[in-house]
């Protein structure tokens, strides 16, 4: 049976989050320190340990089937390249900086002037949206620097926190696009990698929906039940049980992560008590 290639980034920041996501759907790796390719126990999956910025070209050779790459390096250099879902982590722009003094009001004052980055092509494609003609200076690290040596007039980079535009003097302007880590697929994929891909991307659906999501467990007086089912999304409905204390139910439901704490005021307003909240492993809909 024929294995699925998954490439992920040898070190650097999507390392640590992708080789935990494929320990959390079941892919586990027995990985010597210095091996850049080994396959999973018990799962038909090879994983390659590439450079982020080289993964795009062996994905369009199809010398791998499938990567965890951040989507910002597909929009450089991925022309072609498919993203089938969106990992959650690693999120960041991609975005104009200038001098904390420069009197910026819109991309057009950036014409004929120098702009350093690591992303040619995402700048090259604003600027002509733009109608704008500038001077791009390519270089693959510490770009904040550029302005500060004389090198350019603004750059253009990854911005996460924005603490090292500030710690270089410098301000975002612009956003040019928005990113995060994605399974990205060759377009060489075949049928046969492709039904494996298909269980893998179920699972990281699963993984993906649990880590969005929390158990909810609390008690109420029966008279309180309906007022409290009525805030709880649940999955289908929430499992409402009786407790053993006469006049009293335990309510279980799943919530979002993102509304959590106003859910929880809302519960708590309404009567819910001994509220517990549990992190949820999978989830399977
Ligand atoms: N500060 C940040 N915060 C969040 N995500 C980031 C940040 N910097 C980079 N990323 C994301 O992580 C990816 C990998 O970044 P990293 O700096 O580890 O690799 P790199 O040096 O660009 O690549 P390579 O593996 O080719 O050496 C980037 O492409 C981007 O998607
Ligand atoms: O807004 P912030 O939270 O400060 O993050 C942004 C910085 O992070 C990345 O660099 P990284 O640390 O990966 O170094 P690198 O240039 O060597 O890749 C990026 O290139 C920025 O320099
Ligand atoms: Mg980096």
Known sequence: MSKLRIAVQKSGRLNEDSMRLLKDIGISIDNGKDQLKASAKGFPVEVFYLRNGDIPQYLKDGVVDAAIIGENVLIEKGEGIGVVEKLGFSSCRVCIAVPKA?????IKDLEGKRIATSYPNTVKTYLDENGVNANLHIINGSVEIAPNIGLA???????????????NNLKEVDTILKSEAVLAVSPKLNEERKAILEIIQFRIQSVLKGRQSKYVLLNAPNDKVQDIIDILPGMKSPTVLPLAEKGWSSIHSVISKNEFWSVIDELKANGAQGILVCPIEKMVL
Do not use: M, R
């Open 153 to 167: 007039d603004a750059i253009c980079d990854i911005v996460s926190s924005g603490s090292t535009l500030f710690k």
């Open 102 to 106: 420069y009197n910026y009001n819109s």
